[in-house]
């Protein structure tokens, strides 16, 4: 400790800048303490601890200030939404889980698999998110693990091992995404809050009433890369105890959903 070396005269250790970009050891500290502060659940996603907190932290002391900022759940429209958003914003948009990103100083919008608790400080003028009916959205993500790659992602490697229908959703990442994980104790006033079913209907009005230009509507069709969806869906759906189970366990992420997307 540095109280230990200067009561026995020693010099403080030299500073040697960190692979995370600290100019010194203040700066470092300092974004030390806001990682404790906003310590996310061990379940968050290694690229959030990695990438969100040493992105803000490398600008400490830099007004941050967006035009957007758009919490991206996966399987919500989100993929159709940044594809709107890089024609708006281009450049001047931040892609939040990118590793190779140069940071959000001097950028106008940010998108992201981040959650809410970890952007509370970002400042920004409008947050946006999109929230589907949690059944159905795990039920997308669970076909899409069962057909697209998803490399380190460890549901996604549990799915492709021959993981149960029902042991996935009953993982807590699954069945309370939103109130235990991307919205744990967060003010749902400051969000803006679109119904998945709202975007894929009205796709052109929401689209105008956010000033973007409207992608193509094929954008939002459901698990294009799954021939069999809707078949394997109804299928699910038509099983009464495992839709019973579900139920269940999705019932804190209902409650959520039918506060805040009405």
Not at 82 to 96: T, V
Not at 100 to 122: C, E, M, P, W, Y
């Amino acid at each position: 400790p540095a109280s230990s070396r200067e009561a026995a005269g020693l010099p403080a250790p030299a500073w040697k800048p960190s692979q995370a970009g600290f100019a010194s050891r203040k700066d470092c500290v300092r974004a030390r303490g806001m990682r404790r502060e906003w310590a996310p659940p061990r379940q968050l996603a290694k690229f959030e601890r990695l990438n969100i907190y040493n992105l803000l932290a490398r600008h400490l002391g830099r007004r941050v200030d967006l035009e957007l900022l758009v919490l991206h759940v996966p399987k919500t429209g989100g993929t159709a939404l940044k594809g709107a958003l890089r024609e708006r914003y281009g450049d001047s948009l931040a892609i939040g889980y990118l590793r190779q990103q140069d940071g959000i100083a001097g950028k106008r919008a940010l998108i992201g698999h981040f959650t809410a608790k970890s952007v509370a400080r970002v400042r920004a003028a409008r947050r946006l998110t999109v929230l589907r009916e949690p059944l159905d959205r795990a039920i997308s993500e669970y076909f899409h693990f069962k057909t697209a790659p998803a490399p380190g992602n460890p549901h996604g490697d549990r799915v492709k091992a021959g993981q149960g229908f029902v042991d996935f959703l009953a993982h807590p990442d699954i069945c309370r995404a939103y109130t235990g994980h991307y919205f744990a104790r967060a003010n749902m006033a400051h969000w803006l809050v679109i119904d998945h079913e709202r975007l894929r209907r009205d796709w052109r009005e929401v689209m105008s009433q956010l000033e973007l230009p409207p992608r193509p509507r094929q954008a939002m069709q459901r698990a294009a890369a799954f021939s069999g969806y809707e078949e394997a869906r109804a299928r699910l759906l038509a099983d009464a105890c495992a839709m019973a189970q579900a139920r269940d366990l999705f019932r804190a992420d209902t409650a959520f959903y039918a506060r805040w997307a009405a």
